[in-house]
């Protein structure tokens, strides 16, 4: 898979006519994360969904927030204050977990397609920025496009399509033939979500987007494990993403937890092994960075989250 691999492949084939897209992913997708796969060539970038006002002008024009809400009026306050700031609003209309749904927001969203169809239209005739929503399909290519269409009427501008349903899980076969059946039949960009199985190199990208007829593809975990998958160059080492990731991350004051996890996200099974560990130690490699960055920050007098004693950090950063 992406994350073990080793190494800076030749330049693959790829298409500069396609929108590569970093997908919604909470916790994982913060800043530092965002800000690194724009530097490797995502065209666009999804904000977690949770609300998170940490945006910065490198990507304003690129950034998407996406918003869980069931509550147009709500959606349409939270938006007004980021419209300045980011370059599109998105609704999640796929989370199957039990908090989105007991709240009525996520794939609950989807049974009621009356109420997803206000919360677009108010943000879309409220907004001076483009809205869109990221779905899961229905049982059938024919209830699908039914729901997609009427989405579609709201006047949004594109729509994310993740290819299962919302009792599949993320070991599921992807549907690209649904995705592809919406996306032969509508008149807005669909982006097609849910291959990172089988997305281990850049140019698998091109076989997920061929095999669904979109005009974008969406990754959330082949760039979770493996930002560079967005580089047409080829991927970079996991130490060579771990580093640009935490100098991000320092660079940002991002949190030392998230940053903690998105890091153990990208190790996966190698924290565990002696190679793993290695990694680990190599992060420290990262101190005098951090010292640099703390006495700048210091100059303008600013106390960063990273100013930390090692013996503060909780292991893996210790
Ligand atoms: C997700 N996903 C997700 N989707 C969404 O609309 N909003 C979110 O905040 C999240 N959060 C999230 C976190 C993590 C860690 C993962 C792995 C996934 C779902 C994600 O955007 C995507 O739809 C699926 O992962 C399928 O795409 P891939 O992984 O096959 O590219």
Redesign the pocket.
């Known amino acids: 898979a992406a994350a073990g691999a080793e190494g800076e492949e030749a330049p693959e084939y790829s298409d500069d006519s396609s929108d590569l897209i970093l ?6 997708g913060t800043l530092p994360m965002r800000l690194l796969a724009l530097r490797y060539g995502a065209d666009i970038v999804y904000t ?2 949770l609300i998170d006002w940490k945006t910065c002008a490198e990507e304003k024009e690129q950034v998407v927030l ?1 918003m869980g809400t069931c509550d147009a009026g709500r959606a349409l306050k939270v938006a007004k204050m980021v419209e300045n700031d980011v370059a599109a609003v998105d609704i ?1 209309m ?2 199957p977990k039990e908090f989105s749904i007991k709240g009525g927001m996520g794939v609950a969203l989807m049974g009621q397609p009356d109420k997803a169809w206000n919360i677009l239209n108010t943000l879309v005739t409220n907004l001076s920025i483009n809205v869109s929503c ?1 779905i899961r399909i229905l049982n059938t290519p024919e209830e699908t496009l039914e729901l997609v269409n009427k989405l579609v009427s709201s006047g949004i501008k594109a729509i994310g399509i ?1 290819g299962r349903t919302k009792d599949e899980r ?1 070991q599921h076969a ?1 549907n690209t033939d649904i995705i592809r059946y919406v996306a032969e039949r509508i008149s807005i960009p669909v982006i097609a ?5 089988e997305i281990e190199k850049h140019s698998d990208i091109y076989k997920f987007k061929e095999m669904t007829g979109c005009t974008s593809v969406m ?4 760039a ?1 494990w493996n930002c560079s998958i967005f580089r047409k160059e080829g991927l970079l080492p996991m130490d060579t993403v771990i580093k640009e990731y935490l100098q991000l991350a320092v660079d940002y004051d991002n949190s030392p937890s998230n940053t903690k996890y998105c890091v153990q996200n990208i190790l996966r099974d190698l924290q565990e092994t002696p190679r793993g560990r290695q990694f680990l130690d190599t992060i420290w490699d990262l101190g005098e960075y951090c010292q640099k960055k703390q006495s700048e920050y210091q100059k303008m007098g600013i106390k960063g989250r990273w100013q930390v004693t090692p013996d503060e950090l909780e292991p893996p950063y210790k």
């Open positions: 997908a919604p992913m909470v916790r994982i977690e969904e996406q999640n796929g989370c990221k993740h993320p992807v979500n849910g291959g990172s199985k990754l959330a975990r082949a979770e």
